[in-house]
């Protein structure tokens, strides 16, 4: 079965410092990868995802993210985060007849 | 404005007293979904749908029921709910079995 692994539940992080969440799968077969964000006392939202093609993908508030397939990694990055990225973030791999596994989730907090 | 809404937001019952959470989409999507989001496990799906009277259960399926009489309609009954159904529970719908899922605001459900 396919899974995915978000090792850190929790990274704190100061105001315009660079970030890195972190986001492995497992998969035996062609996936499609997705990274969705949840603001506080809200729904999911997509932020950006993985479909095929070039492998780095790009939201249109500054976060990307790479497909590693040797590495079987999808980690998400921002060179500069603001306040207002403070949020919970969910990596998903897409599985087949609608499954979307997600991980546990990493909380990024960001502080002045 | 294309939403997926979900009605009540906030509920506290009682273990064995049955209860209907409503999910509605507008925008004509063909799948749809429940979760149910518990700290440390991240989104698990319930059920999905592919279409009207197609469903099938997700990893999480015991003590849930559901109907698609109507394409934008994906209600999730609770038969007779136990205290582990305390949960955060999301509805979400997406055009395509990968595509994006645009998820409902949240129905945050305790049972005492």
């Known amino acids: 079965a396919q899974s995915v692994t978000q090792l850190d539940s929790q990274v704190p992080v100061f105001e315009e410092a660079p970030v890195e969440l972190r986001c492995n799968y497992s998969?035996?077969?062609?996936?499609?990868l997705f990274w969705y964000v949840q603001y506080p006392n809200q729904g999911l939202q997509l932020l950006l995802k993985?479909?095929?093609?070039?492998?780095l993908v790009e939201s249109i508030n500054g976060f990307e993210a790479e497909f590693n397939k040797s590495q079987t990694s999808f980690h998400l990055r921002k060179p500069s985060v603001h306040i207002s990225d403070t949020a919970e973030y969910f990596c998903a791999v897409y599985t087949g007849f609608q499954k979307l596994v997600f991980g546990t989730g990493t909380r990024l907090l960001v502080s002045p | 404005e294309a939403q997926v809404t979900q009605n009540p937001r906030y509920l506290i019952t009682v273990t064995g007293k049955k209860l209907t959470v409503t999910c509605s989409q507008n925008m004509n999507h063909e799948y749809m979904s429940w979760y149910r989001q518990d700290p440390g496990l991240g989104l698990r799906q319930i059920y999905y749908?592919?279409?009207?009277?197609?469903?099938d259960k997700g990893d999480v399926p015991e003590g849930y029921k559901v109907s698609r009489k109507e394409k934008r309609n994906f209600p999730l009954i609770l038969e007779s709910p136990s205290p582990n159904q305390t949960s955060l529970y999301f509805c979400?719908?997406?055009?395509?079995?990968?595509?994006?899922?645009?998820f409902g605001p949240g129905t945050r459900l305790t049972v005492t």
């Open positions: 979400a719908s997406s055009l395509t079995s990968a595509g994006e899922q645009y």
């Open positions: 749908s592919m279409n009207v009277e197609v469903t």
């Open positions: 998969s035996s077969v062609s996936v499609y």
């Open positions: 993985y479909l095929s093609g070039s492998t």
